[in-house]
């Protein structure tokens, strides 16, 4: 992907050289700065130019006339106005006291400070910054044969850049930065399909249930089939890792929790649905798991991080929704808050704190709620939508207000993922189209900061997979 910015190179200024000569002599004396003048200051009164009688007679005269005035005539009063005039002519318009009448002038070379702060430059600080967020898709591909499946989950993005998704009986990596296409597995028998993918948070392995109960642990760099899990009596609609800890949840209503690095893999059973698991998410922190199903309960249940649940009622069953729950996201720089979203009858998003079970807020979508993304780069949330608009929208968190609608599917969003470095999202329709859009721009700060992927690492953590 090209950057969205281009670095500019800023030109170097040169530096007028020296003709060589020395300042010394005349020249010398010329650059001192000439001492400030000893004028009087303009805010003081100045004595030599004060005349006190004349204040101390403009005093007194006032206060007589007042009390001469009491008692004459207006026409006295009228006639000894002009005669005072006559008499005293300019002295009267004389100031009591006298001041600097200009102030002294500033020394030669001075330079005011103060000058660039109070400027009448215009201040640009009332002015609203916002984004371009394109309102068509950056990419479209072609997704034949997807299921038009609203329980199932079928699309994910790896940290390496590998869009995992399941056409059918098909799985294909598309690598976003090559454009290559690589089919990793096709399933045997003409009944059978994908039902969801789940990479592992290292991005080397890649956990993939089928339609009979199954679920796959696929290196994809050495394209093999490492192990398989059964255990499920029906599909397997969702998964999601914890650390070495896979949850996934299946048509019976069953969540079952494996350790990938042993042999007797399954070491948990919670049965808190009674119909089909369409959503399951673990917490960044491996705290909690939300679990969303068709009966139209949502549940929370606590763990220890990097272990499974072993208890076998949740901490809190959710019951404000009125249609199925698939949507899920936990918001990544608030750890306990989790957006949850209905399906047709219900069509709303909730958000909840997840230490009190509390519901903080809602907002009607008036449409049907197939999936969410958060992002930390600009504290949004982003839903895509079936019935009626088949649209994504980007929504400001708090407030909920709409940043942006963007269109283009034909048919409902039924999937949602985001690229490793958060700019663009991926978005697959049953209209069997894939379609990319760069709606959240990377900061450049987080792009200068990104760090390699930890390969190393996760080929450890899963070396002793059998």
């Not at 499920?232 to 070495?244: A, E, F, K």
């Not at 997840?354 to 949330?381: H, I, Y």
């Not at 470095?421 to 379609?435: I, K, M, N, P």
């Amino acid at each position: 992907m090209k950057s969205l910015s281009q670095n500019k190179t800023p030109v170097a200024t040169k530096t007028p050289k020296s003709n060589g000569k020395s300042t010394s002599g005349k020249s010398k004396k010329q650059l001192k700065t000439p001492k400030t003048p000893s004028a009087g200051d303009r805010f003081i009164p100045n004595r030599a130019s004060t005349q006190f009688e004349l204040g101390y007679y403009k005093v007194m005269s006032e206060n007589i006339a007042t009390t001469d005035q009491a008692m004459m005539s207006p026409s006295q009063q009228e006639y000894q106005k002009i005669m005072n005039e006559n008499l005293n002519g300019e002295i009267l318009n004389s100031k009591i006291i006298s001041y600097k009448s200009k102030p002294p002038n500033a020394p030669e070379g001075h330079q005011n400070n103060l000058k660039i702060l109070y400027s009448t430059g215009k201040c640009d600080r009332g002015k609203k910054l916002t984004r371009h967020i394109p309102q068509v898709p950056d990419r479209i591909l072609d997704a034949p044969e997807i299921l038009d499946d609203y329980y199932l989950n079928l699309l994910d993005w790896s940290v390496n850049n590998q869009l995992a998704v399941a056409l059918g009986g098909h799985l294909y990596l598309w690598n976003a930065g090559t454009g290559q296409i690589t089919q990793l597995t096709e399933m045997e028998g003409p009944e059978a399909y994908i039902s969801s993918v789940s990479w592992v948070k290292e991005g080397n392995f890649l956990a993939v249930g089928t339609s009979e109960g199954a679920i796959e642990i696929w290196d994809v760099f050495q394209e093999k089939r490492l192990r398989t899990m059964t255990g499920h009596s029906g599909r397997v609609g969702s998964l999601s890792w914890n650390s070495h800890i896979l949850s996934s949840g299946s048509r019976s209503g069953h969540i079952h929790h494996h350790d990938v690095r042993v042999a007797q893999h399954q070491q948990g059973n919670l049965a808190g649905h009674t119909q089909e698991v369409c959503g399951l998410k673990w917490s960044p922190d491996g705290s909690y798991l939300a679990s969303g199903g068709n009966d139209n309960l949502l549940n929370i249940w606590p763990a220890d991080p990097g272990r499974y649940i072993s208890q076998a009622q949740p901490l809190y069953t959710l019951t404000h929704h009125q249609a199925a729950v698939k949507a899920l996201a936990w918001c990544p720089w608030q750890p306990r808050l989790l957006a949850s979203g209905g399906g047709t009858a219900d069509r709303h998003i909730h958000f909840w704190n997840c230490n009190t079970g509390a519901n903080l807020q809602n907002v009607d979508t008036k449409s049907q709620v197939c999936a969410l993304l958060w992002s930390s780069d600009f504290r949004e949330l982003i839903s895509s939508h079936g019935f009626a608009q088949n649209q994504l929208i980007i929504w400001k968190y708090p407030t909920l207000s709409k940043v942006a609608e963007l269109t283009g599917h034909t048919a409902r969003v039924l999937h949602l993922a985001m690229s490793p470095d958060g700019s663009t999202v991926v978005s697959a329709g049953a209209d069997e189209t894939l379609r990319l859009w760069k709606c959240f721009a990377v900061p450049e700060q987080k792009k200068t900061a990104q760090k390699s992927t930890a390969k190393d690492s996760s080929i450890s953590r899963f070396s002793t997979i059998r």
